[in-house]
């Protein structure tokens, strides 16, 4: 059963702090939650390791639901987290049901148009994005991640998240799952999901346990394949004297690529007049092995030698990347590995994986699926079930997840290619007509997920 993943790897270390150990909720408590009239039974919860995108989300369809739940999160508090996401209608259909959409909208920048430019900021063809309301109910929007995050843990119980719980093995049998924790502290559920990101540690436990058995397929037991590099930032609020564009109602997506050159830019206002960036290429100035590469680049000088690599390109509102970082406070820039994986494993026994790996907007779809199919459950939620309810998730979601994937993997060709050919073919993609452009977006669009038994009550 495949699972595509593509993922973009901060480098984090588990926290060596002491962990925090916690006490299961009381079970014979209807939920605190304001949204929600269910009582939660107390024979059936969901554990969920990561307090990410994926993980939030789910967490938060499963406390409107009334399903007892607690998130494991290794790291000490939200983590600040440098980058943006794009919110297209897959997912503002429910955010919208969610009732979380208004909260959603005021940390929002609807991208009007993607323009592509050479080097020499030319224009070599654009993108309208204004014609997708009318065809799919939203327009696409920027969203800072971390804000985003907030808004969906504002929305559940304090105690629902556990903070500086990092797993280090979890052990899944016929009457449920254990997670251990680095602490020495276990907490038992009935489900658990492993939303944990790339290098997630309940993939790598659910992944041992199949190989011991001899159920892992070859190609999941070999590493993640190192892709590019990328700086990406995030800027205080801009000067609209200087930066006017930062300000406007609608913002515009420039991506420029380089002549003979291994950089391709990103750049895109956001809310509150700031501006996002990216950078992505090899933006090593030594030749050091990946190996060296992936231990060492994630500190405060790794990231002040990628800058000084990019500091001289032009950016597309004027002067040059410098002007960009210098408006962009050092915790506010990141370099990060983009890797990529196609792992053929999804789920085994009570244990299944979905996630931030396969990018935010795929995460949030997966959750929303998890949840609608555990609301679904019946006590006494027998482990057969359980696993049907996940053979079920992999059949509805991969179609979606395959389509996105193939999506991103052509853009990323597409933009990063060097030569006639590919200035030819960025040529036609980028001047090709809107019905045309949208025949490709329709691909990876899909229906409303939520189930109304519980969407309703917003």
Same mark, same amino acid.
């Given at each position: 059963m495949p699972l595509s993943y593509k993922?973009?790897?901060?480098?984090?270390?588990?926290?060596?702090?002491? #962990?925090?150990?916690?006490?299961?909720?009381?079970?014979?408590?209807?939920?605190?939650?304001?949204?929600?009239?269910?009582?939660?039974d107390p024979?059936?919860?969901?554990?969920?390791?990561?307090?990410?995108? $994926?993980?939030?989300?789910?967490?938060?369809c499963l406390e409107r639901a009334g399903i007892d739940f607690v998130i494991l999160e290794r790291m000490q508090r939200l983590h600040p987290a440098k980058s943006t996401i794009q919110l297209s209608s897959n997912t503002l259909h429910a955010i919208e049901q969610l009732g979380l959409l208004e909260e959603v909208m005021e940390i929002a920048k609807p991208i009007s148009t993607i #323009?592509?430019?050479? +080097?020499?900021?030319?224009?070599?063809?654009?993108?309208?994005?204004? +014609?997708?309301?009318?065809?799919?109910?939203?327009?696409?929007?920027?969203?800072?991640?971390?804000?985003?995050?907030? #808004?969906l843990?504002?929305?559940?119980?304090?105690?629902?998240?556990?903070?500086?719980?990092?797993?280090? *093995?979890?052990?899944?049998?016929?009457?449920?799952?254990?997670?251990?924790?680095?602490?020495?502290?276990?907490?038992? $559920?009935?489900?658990?999901?492993?939303?944990? $990101?790339?290098?997630?540690?309940?993939?790598?436990?659910?992944?041992?346990?199949?190989? *011991?058995?001899?159920?892992?397929?070859k190609s999941d037991m070999e590493s993640l394949k @190192?892709?590019?590099?990328?700086?990406?930032?995030?800027?205080?609020?801009?000067?609209?004297?200087?930066?006017?564009?930062?300000?406007? *109602? @609608?913002? *515009?997506?420039?991506?420029?690529?380089?002549?003979?050159?291994?950089?391709?830019? &990103? #750049?895109?206002?956001?809310?509150?007049?700031?501006?996002? &960036?990216?950078?992505?290429?090899?933006?090593?100035?030594?030749?050091?092995?990946?190996?060296n590469f992936m231990v060492s680049q994630f500190g405060p000088e790794e990231v002040n030698k990628a800058c000084s690599l990019i500091e001289a390109l032009d950016n597309p509102f004027g002067g040059t990347m410098a002007d960009l970082i210098a408006h962009t406070p050092k915790e506010n820039m990141v370099k990060i590995l983009v890797e990529e994986k196609h792992y053929k494993t999804w789920h085994y026994g009570r244990t299944v994986l979905m996630g931030d790996g396969q990018g935010p907007e795929q995460a949030l779809l997966d959750a929303i699926c998890l949840a609608n199919l555990f609301h679904g459950l019946k006590s006494p939620y027998p482990l057969a079930d359980i696993v049907e309810a996940f053979h079920t998730f992999h059949e509805l979601r991969l179609p979606f997840t395959k389509a996105a994937v193939q999506s991103s993997g052509q853009v990323a060709n597409l933009v990063n290619g060097q030569g006639l050919g590919s200035d030819i073919k960025r040529k036609l993609v980028f001047n090709m007509p809107t019905w045309v452009q949208a025949l490709s977006l329709d691909k990876i669009q899909t229906q409303n997920a939520l189930p109304v038994q519980f969407a309703k009550e917003a």
């Open positions: 993922s973009a790897h901060s480098g984090s270390q588990p926290s060596n702090q002491t #962990i925090a150990s916690f006490s299961t909720m009381s079970s014979n408590t209807s939920s605190a939650y304001p949204h929600t009239n269910h009582m939660e024979a059936f919860k969901v554990l969920i390791v990561g307090a990410g995108i $994926g993980g939030l989300m789910l967490g938060h #323009i592509l430019r050479k +080097h020499n900021m030319s224009v070599t063809g654009k993108i309208d994005g204004l +014609h997708v309301k009318n065809r799919y109910g939203y327009y696409s929007y920027i969203v800072h991640r971390a804000e985003f995050c907030q #808004i843990m504002s929305r559940m119980r304090s105690d629902r998240i556990q903070w500086g719980c990092y797993v280090l *093995e979890t052990v899944s049998g016929d009457l449920g799952v254990q997670c251990r924790c680095a602490s020495g502290y276990v907490v038992q $559920g009935d489900i658990l999901v492993g939303a944990d $990101g790339a290098y997630s540690a309940v993939r790598q436990n659910l992944y041992r346990t199949l190989k *011991e058995k001899s159920l892992l397929p @190192f892709s590019q590099n990328a700086m990406i930032g995030l800027t205080d609020p801009m000067d609209l004297t200087k930066y006017p564009d930062a300000g406007k *109602e @609608f913002g *515009e997506c420039h991506i420029v690529v380089g002549k003979e050159s291994p950089y391709t830019m &990103w #750049i895109s206002p956001t809310s509150e007049n700031r501006i996002t &960036w990216s950078v992505t290429g090899p933006l090593l100035s030594d030749g050091r092995s990946e190996q």
